[in-house]
């Protein structure tokens, strides 16, 4: 087990709806990069956040944002929401200045679109 | 272009064999790291082994161990005496900027 957490592990949201997942990044982390991982495909990059801003960013939409807070947790948000963005969002915490060498994982957040 | 190929989508072993998953990559990088990393039912991803591509001398970790070749940009994980619980999709993976590039998996079973 790692000491990241993300919340919550599952839920469902309608098509149009708005989603924010959260992640705790390890203690002693400022980095947290998020990823979804469509069924049966590795993980995809979305973005980073160190110290409360964006660090690069794949290729996703606008509609997907995040926040990094003081404490270095983190959110992801989705905006109007698309039947494809079904996935698991993984979150992994890092510390800058190692690269992201040491990077650990949640558990992810299971999250089906209908 | 940065990406990692898994050509074997599934694998299985007998326990107590031994298996190896393969794994390419591209990338533009002089000096770049590699990873295996584990997904168990759980979802949690596990750092399996790390391989420093300036380095020529393999990584090993207890059982696992992995063959480098840089020049044919191919990094394959060796797994000896396998146990039940290395039941997982296992996931290659390199570093570029701030990002990792993953491959698309290897789901492996260990048969008792």
């Known amino acids: 087990e790692t000491g990241v957490t993300q919340s919550p592990t599952h839920l469902i949201k309608t098509r149009g709806q708005q989603v924010t997942l959260r992640c705790s990044s390890q203690?002693?982390?400022?980095?947290v990069s998020w990823y979804q991982q469509a069924l049966g495909q590795g993980p995809q990059f979305i973005f980073q956040?160190?110290?409360?801003?964006?660090?690069g960013r794949g290729n996703f939409p606008p509609r997907f944002s995040g926040l990094q807070f003081p404490n270095y947790s983190s959110e992801l948000n989705v905006n109007a929401l698309e039947l494809d963005d079904s996935a698991l969002y993984l979150c992994?915490?890092?510390?800058?200045?190692?690269?992201?060498?040491?990077?650990?994982f949640g558990q992810g957040t299971r999250l089906t679109v209908v | 272009a940065q990406t990692v190929t898994q050509s074997q989508p599934e694998m299985s072993v007998q326990e107590a064999e031994t298996v190896t998953l393969s794994c390419t990559y591209d990338t533009s990088e002089s000096n770049y790291y590699l990873f295996w990393y584990k997904q168990p039912p759980s979802r949690q991803m596990i750092l399996v082994i790390r391989?420093?591509?300036?380095?020529?001398q393999n990584a090993t970790e207890n059982r696992f161990s992995v063959n480098f070749q840089k020049a044919a940009k191919s990094f394959s994980l060796k797994i000896s005496d396998s146990q039940l619980g290395d039941t997982a999709m296992y996931f290659c993976?390199?570093?570029?900027?701030?990002?990792?590039?993953f491959g698309t998996g290897t789901s492996l079973t260990v048969i008792p």
């Open positions: 203690s002693g982390h400022n980095t």
């Open positions: 992994a915490s890092s510390l800058k200045g190692q690269g992201a060498i040491e990077a650990f």
């Open positions: 993976a390199f570093i570029s900027g701030n990002q990792f590039y």
């Open positions: 956040y160190y110290r409360e801003e964006e660090n």
């Open positions: 391989q420093e591509a300036y380095k020529q």
